[in-house]
């Protein structure tokens, strides 16, 4: 007999069109029903919760005296939790915040119990193909999903292995209809066989063994009572199959038995049985790119420095950065990140970011005035303390801020060397804003706020400390306006439209209008683009921009303002009507000392309907972009060969070669290439008629949640059909990227370096007698000039470094984003420390031979190795 597993579970959206508190309240409603159920029916075993803590947070929260209650039946394994904090996306959120998903999601299990050992996420738009690398690295070897997989991934069942790339393997069981087939099961028998019978056709044509599962469940769907009795009438009208109330881990135990399961490889990105929504990554820009801003700051910024202020004795705050790390996390379930919810959800969001944005900030202030305040040295003056936060000496031009009463100063250092610097700008600031003391006691003689910006290298993983002095000279100024910029790598001249015009030195190669700007009308939803039919783009070619050129010995800017004018909404779109306009505002930084532009856009959108993009011409006609995921990299073919049969094979949306990347996206041949590296807009698509142009999405604008029979997405709206006006993104965005020119290919060239540096950006602290917010000098005392831990060998990128968080030990983890196998060689300053590897759980394997405290480790491509010492 077939065996039918009915597993009861509630699949949990904190938010979507509906607020995190209306969910709550039914929460606490729906979570009384289960216990009471669990408690008090023997023959009802379990109950899936949604594979996500975040929901008994919550549940806490409102009802803290019932924690022992489902603490029991956690124990008892009849409520099974866990392994998430949230329900995470995978496909435009970084790789730490998933580890740190699961992280505190089992950490939270931990207290109540144990965790479900399956990567649980059904409802995910979308596979990464490192996810089964991530789940290994906590020690699950199982998987769950719904979307993004079709026949072309190399089988037509729904039970397979799933590899990544390095040889980590999950066992996965497709859910090919998703999980809520078995929701509100109908006592009436036609009903119910009409239902079923649809169901069963599918799900035994998948399936390799006699079992399968049916899901009986769904979004914020209460228990079913009635199970028992939706049972019998199953049992009545199948008397061929058996029917009972199972768990997950009971189909995974039968299908370890089939030995010939096939094995996959990638990621699931194909929309033919169910929708991805491969343009969802631009939704709400400002949204996303807060995301991408305070999950760099986090991994690149905080826990470094955190972890540079424990070694010198300093306390490390577990606590806050889990409430920053929580805080961020809330946002990372698949609806709240891809941005497809209600205006008053999407305030939510936004309103989290900015909250964990401002702690982030905070504590990264906090640790470098600890350190700075704590440095022994008989210099009596302010310091500017410059912190370099990765693992190799960095010869860096640097921009900051010196406040002083000084009308003129020289920086030393600790060997009483003088630093050459220039002074950009100075304003005068009043003494109320340092510190209202400071005027409390009548003296309002105003302080300068002094922009600088010189040339120096800094020592690996730590920090260097320069002396404010007074000086009776004069302060150098030496930036002068130009016609066009000229360093040891680029000569760049700016077009009357505001594109650029950029020859390499090295590569002796031009390329003409970057960062020309692409308009199209959007008649889609908040979940995709929608394109008009036959639409004739808008380009900036003929706008007419003001352009500002200043240089000086160390860098130049480049300021550009323009206007284009677009239709304002999509009726005036389709009559051709170009009534509104989009505001642009270009800030392009160029150092002298290495290839790299830095652009800042300031965008002032003022109509409704349409997409913005910035178009980077390589030059070099493509097969395929290299772009970034999770610790590692992914190939893309430019054009999906599925747009050749998507409408004749009815799937449920067209394959748009429309990708997302974290950190970088590239296009190179064997002797050079381009890219974009990223801290705001995850989003891109290689356009021309050579494939030859990288186009990275500045923002959509659409007014509603779900639309029916969009162009590229016949049928049914996704979502609901309800008012987003805020969607419309009538209002300033802020956006930050790079365009980096190199020779070799993207992975010979090693862009995720880049990128990591990029995104890495050197710290600043200026200490001066006075602040607002007081604090005991700390018992510990810190060197003017420290170095905590070296690269030996510039072949991984290092993903972060932090404290374990059971344990007095560092967690240094690394990867390599290369096609090559290379090695991870690091010097610890200090010898004699046992050195470990670990998993992704922290969890020590096994003891890792380090000579004077040097150790070397083999990385395969797209791994990702964790070591303890």
Avoid at 67 to 95: A, C, F, S
Avoid at 353 to 375: G, N, P, T, W
Avoid at 645 to 661: A, F, L, N, Q, V
Avoid at 674 to 694: A, H, K, M
Wanted: net charge negative.
């Amino acid at each position: 007999m077939k065996k039918v597993h009915i597993v009861p579970h509630m699949h949990w959206d904190r938010e979507w069109y509906f607020s995190t508190e209306e969910s709550r309240i039914l929460l606490v409603n729906n979570m009384e029903e289960i216990m009471e159920m669990l408690e008090n029916n023997p023959d009802y075993p379990h109950y899936v919760l949604d594979g996500q803590t975040a929901v008994l947070e919550d549940y806490f929260a409102a009802k803290p005296e019932n924690r022992e209650r489902v603490k029991k039946l956690v124990q008892e394994g009849k409520l099974i939790i866990g392994p998430w904090y949230t329900q995470t996306d995978e496909m435009i959120v970084g790789g730490e915040s998933i580890v740190r998903n699961l992280l505190y999601g089992i950490k939270d299990c931990k207290e109540l119990g144990s965790h479900m050992q399956i990567g649980y996420l059904p409802d995910s738009f979308g596979q990464s193909s490192q996810m089964p690398q991530i789940l290994n690295g906590f020690d699950i070897k199982y998987s769950i999903f719904w979307r993004g997989a079709s026949e072309r991934h190399g089988t037509d069942k729904t039970e397979f292995y799933w590899e990544s790339g390095e040889g980590s393997k999950v066992l996965v069981q497709l859910f090919p209809l998703g999980y809520a087939i078995g929701k509100y099961l109908p006592e009436d028998e036609e009903k119910l066989k009409e239902r079923i019978d649809k169901y069963f056709a599918v799900l035994d044509r998948g399936a390799t063994t006699d079992h399968i599962i049916l899901p009986n469940g769904h979004d914020q769907m209460p228990i079913q009572k009635n199970i028992f009795a939706i049972i019998e009438k199953l049992k009545k009208l199948y008397p061929d199959r058996e029917f009972f109330l199972s768990k997950y881990e009971n189909v995974f135990e039968e299908l370890e038995k089939n030995r010939n399961l096939p094995t996959l490889e990638g990621e699931f990105l194909d929309g033919k049985y169910m929708r991805v929504h491969r343009s969802i990554y631009s939704t709400r820009m400002d949204i996303k790119a807060s995301n991408t801003r305070i999950e760099n700051k986090i991994t690149n910024i905080l826990e470094p420095l955190a972890s540079l202020a424990y070694s010198l004795g300093f306390e490390y705050h577990h606590g806050l950065i889990e409430l920053i790390w929580k805080e961020v996390l809330k946002n990372h379930a698949h609806d709240s990140i891809a941005c497809c919810c209600s205006d008053q959800v999407h305030q939510e969001i936004y309103n989290r970011f900015c909250l964990a944005e401002e702690k982030v900030d905070q504590l990264i202030r906090f640790y470098k005035r600890k350190i700075v305040d704590s440095i022994d040295t008989e210099w009596n003056v302010d310091r500017l303390t410059a912190f370099n936060l990765l693992p190799y000496d960095r010869e860096e031009v640097m921009t900051t801020t010196v406040i002083t009463k000084l009308e003129s100063f020289k920086l030393l250092d600790e060997e009483a060397n003088e630093l050459e610097f220039e002074v950009l700008h100075s304003e005068m600031i009043d003494p109320g804003l340092i510190d209202r003391q400071i005027v409390h006691y009548g003296n309002y003689d105003p302080f300068i706020k002094y922009t600088i910006q010189f040339k120096d290298c800094l020592p690996p993983l730590g920090y260097k400390t320069y002396f404010v002095v007074e000086s009776n000279g004069k302060m150098n100024h030496s930036t002068v306006h130009k016609d066009q910029v000229e360093t040891d790598f680029y000569e760049i001249t700016v077009n009357p439209n505001g594109t650029l015009n950029i020859f390499d030195k090295q590569l002796m190669k031009t390329f003409r209008n970057v960062l020309l700007l692409e308009n199209g009308g959007d008649d889609g939803d908040e979940y995709d683009f929608s394109p008009l039919p036959e639409e004739q783009l808008i380009y900036s070619d003929q706008v007419e921009a003001d352009v500002d050129i200043k240089q000086n010995q160390y860098a130049a800017t480049i300021d550009i303002r323009c206007t284009l004018k677009v239709p304002g909404d999509i009726n005036k779109r389709k009559e051709g009507v170009a009534d509104s306009s989009v505001d642009i505002h270009l800030t392009l930084t160029i150092p002298n000392h290495k290839p790299i532009i830095e652009v800042n856009v300031e965008i002032d959108n003022h109509a409704k309907d349409h997409r913005l993009r910035a178009l980077i011409p390589t030059g070099i006609a493509s097969q395929f972009s290299v772009s970034d995921n999770q610790f590692g990299f992914m190939k893309r073919d430019v054009y999906d060969s599925a747009l050749d049969i998507w409408e004749k094979e009815g799937w449920d949306e067209r394959p748009d070669p429309i990708y997302p990347m974290l950190n970088f996206v590239g296009l190179s041949n064997e002797k050079f290439g381009v890219s974009v590296l990223t801290n705001s807009t995850r989003e891109f698509e290689i356009v021309g008629d050579e494939y030859d142009t990288i186009a990275v999405t500045l923002f959509r604008s659409v007014g509603v949640l779900g639309k029916e029979d969009l162009l590229r997405r016949p049928g049914r709206p996704s979502g609901i059909k309800l008012p987003t006006p805020d969607s419309q993104m009538l209002r300033r965005i802020t956006l930050q990227f790079a365009i980096t020119t190199h020779a070799k290919s993207t992975l010979q060239a090693n862009v995720a370096r880049m990128a990591k540096e990029y995104l890495t950006p050197i710290h600043f602290y200026n200490k001066i007698p006075f602040d607002a917010m007081k604090m005991n000098k700390a018992d510990v005392k810190t060197p003017a000039r420290y170095s905590f831990l070296k690269e030996v060998q510039p072949e991984v990128v290092m993903s972060t470094l932090k404290k374990a968080e059971n344990s007095d030990q560092f967690v240094l983890r690394f990867f390599n984003p290369t096609d090559e196998e290379k090695t991870a060689s690091f010097q610890l300053t200090t010898s004699g420390r046992q050195v470990y590897t670990a998993n992704l759980n922290e969890k020590p394997l096994e003891v890792l031979k380090a000579e004077d405290g040097q150790f070397q480790l083999k990385v395969q491509r797209n791994q990702v190795k964790t070591i303890l010492f």
